[in-house]
C-alpha cells in the first residue's frame, strides 16, 4: 500500500519532497543523492505541461490491467524497446516480452537505470530514434 501511494503521489510532488517509496520507484537508491539534480526541470514541467488528474489515474490503470500483447507480432516497423534493469515500476521481463513478440524489435538494457530512463541516461531517446531512422 505504501508503494501505490507514493506512486499516486509522483506527479504532484517537487523533487526536495519525495518521498523515499517514491523516489525509489524511479531511480535506483545509489542515485537518490542525485535527485535535486536529476530532477531539476521536473516543478517547472508539472506546471507548464499539466495533465489533469484523470490522464495519470487513467496510464496507471493501463498500465496495470490493459494488454495488447496478443497484437505484437502484427508490429511492422522498426522497434526498440528499452528498459532500466532496476525498474520496479515496469519490471525489465515486460520489456522482453514486448521485444521477443515485436518481429526484429531490439532491446535495449540500460544497466543501472530504473524506471525514469532519460533522467539518468538523457541520450538514450536520441540514440533510440538514430537507431530507428538506419533502419528505414
Do not use: Y
Given at each position: 500500500?505504501?508503494?501505490?501511494?507514493?506512486?499516486?503521489?509522483?506527479?504532484?510532488?517537487?523533487?526536495?519532497?519525495?518521498s523515499k517509496g517514491?523516489?525509489?520507484?524511479?531511480?535506483?537508491?545509489?542515485?537518490?543523492?542525485?535527485?535535486?539534480?536529476?530532477?531539476?526541470?521536473?516543478?517547472?514541467?508539472?506546471?507548464s505541461e499539466r495533465?489533469?488528474?484523470?490522464?495519470?489515474?487513467?496510464q496507471l490503470s493501463?498500465?496495470?490491467?490493459?494488454?495488447?500483447?496478443?497484437?505484437?507480432?502484427?508490429?511492422?516497423?522498426?522497434?526498440?524497446?528499452?528498459?532500466?534493469?532496476?525498474?520496479?515500476?515496469?519490471?525489465?521481463?515486460?520489456?522482453?516480452?514486448?521485444?521477443?513478440?515485436?518481429?526484429?524489435?531490439?532491446?535495449?538494457?540500460?544497466?543501472?537505470?530504473?524506471?525514469?530512463?532519460?533522467?539518468?541516461?538523457?541520450?538514450?531517446?536520441?540514440?533510440?530514434?538514430?537507431?530507428?531512422?538506419?533502419?528505414?
Amino acid at each position: 500500500l505504501g508503494s501505490l501511494k507514493s506512486l499516486v503521489a509522483l506527479p504532484f510532488a517537487k523533487p526536495g519532497q519525495m518521498s523515499k517509496g517514491a523516489l525509489s520507484i524511479l531511480i535506483p537508491e545509489r542515485e537518490h543523492g542525485r535527485v535535486d539534480e536529476l530532477f531539476a526541470g521536473w516543478p517547472e514541467l508539472m506546471r507548464s505541461e499539466r495533465a489533469p488528474r484523470h490522464a495519470f489515474f487513467g496510464q496507471l490503470s493501463a498500465a496495470v490491467t490493459h494488454s495488447t500483447g496478443h497484437r505484437l507480432a502484427h508490429i511492422r516497423c522498426s522497434t526498440v524497446v528499452v528498459t532500466g534493469e532496476e525498474d520496479i515500476l515496469i519490471p525489465p521481463r515486460n520489456s522482453r516480452f514486448l521485444a521477443a513478440g515485436i518481429p526484429r524489435a531490439r532491446l535495449w538494457r540500460l544497466p543501472g537505470v530504473g524506471h525514469a530512463i532519460p533522467t539518468l541516461d538523457r541520450e538514450v531517446v536520441a540514440r533510440a530514434v538514430d537507431a530507428v531512422a538506419e533502419d528505414a
